[in-house]
């Protein structure tokens, strides 16, 4: 009985432990994220793109693509500026779990378990911005495709580092019906290959 009580303790202490790391991190990224639109522009594009898609006349089909070039623009600005903005937290608390489920005081005792959240937002702000440049010469409908894998996988990472890996798959597969594994296999090789090598999957 005296074990069971000490057991229910221990799990308590950590839950406790583990909402306040969150609280935290959710804070701690919400401060840098609030100064900016990103949020809503992310869904202008991803409306826009599936409206775009859907026209059927190639007239105001191409009329939507070059309305959502704008907010592309503004979007690989502010994301930019959010990123480098960042850099500047501190190491230790920048880091985030690898491991599937949040684990408190995990980026202190053991650093090899996670990784960087301020090279993470770099990787993403560079993906964004060489989609939305096109240098890659994508079709309108493949650089859509593209732009919306990067966008996807940057707010995977934002819900890894608040939450946990789980619980941003989740929400990945509830909102969008996409894996994680989908969203790597989609954005763009120089994406794919620099998050890869930073999460270590």
Request: proline content about 3%; some cysteine.
């Amino acid at each position: 009985m005296e074990f069971l009580t000490l057991v229910t303790c221990v799990a308590i202490a950590i839950y406790i432990l583990k909402l306040s790391e969150e609280r935290r991190r959710i804070a701690l990224l919400g401060s840098h994220l609030g100064q900016y639109q990103i949020e809503k522009l992310m869904e202008t594009l991803t409306d826009g793109y599936l409206r775009a898609l859907g026209e059927k006349e190639p007239e105001r089909r191409e009329q939507v693509w070059n309305q959502l070039a704008s907010s592309e623009l503004k979007l690989c600005e502010q994301f930019t500026r959010f990123a480098a903005g960042f850099s500047k937290v501190d190491e230790v608390d920048a880091r985030a779990s690898k491991l599937p489920i949040a684990v408190p005081f995990v980026a202190k005792l053991f650093p090899g378990l996670t990784f960087d959240m301020r090279k993470a937002l770099a990787i993403h702000a560079q993906g964004i911005l060489q989609t939305a440049e096109n240098s890659a010469q994508r079709t309108p409908k493949d650089k859509a495709f593209t732009m919306s894998a990067e966008l996807f996988l940057m707010q995977h990472s934002c819900h890894w580092f608040c939450k946990s890996k789980a619980v941003a798959s989740a929400r990945m597969l509830v909102r969008h019906k996409t894996s994680q594994e989908q969203l790597v296999a989609s954005v763009s090789p120089e994406t794919r290959a620099a998050y890869l090598a930073l999460t270590g999957r």
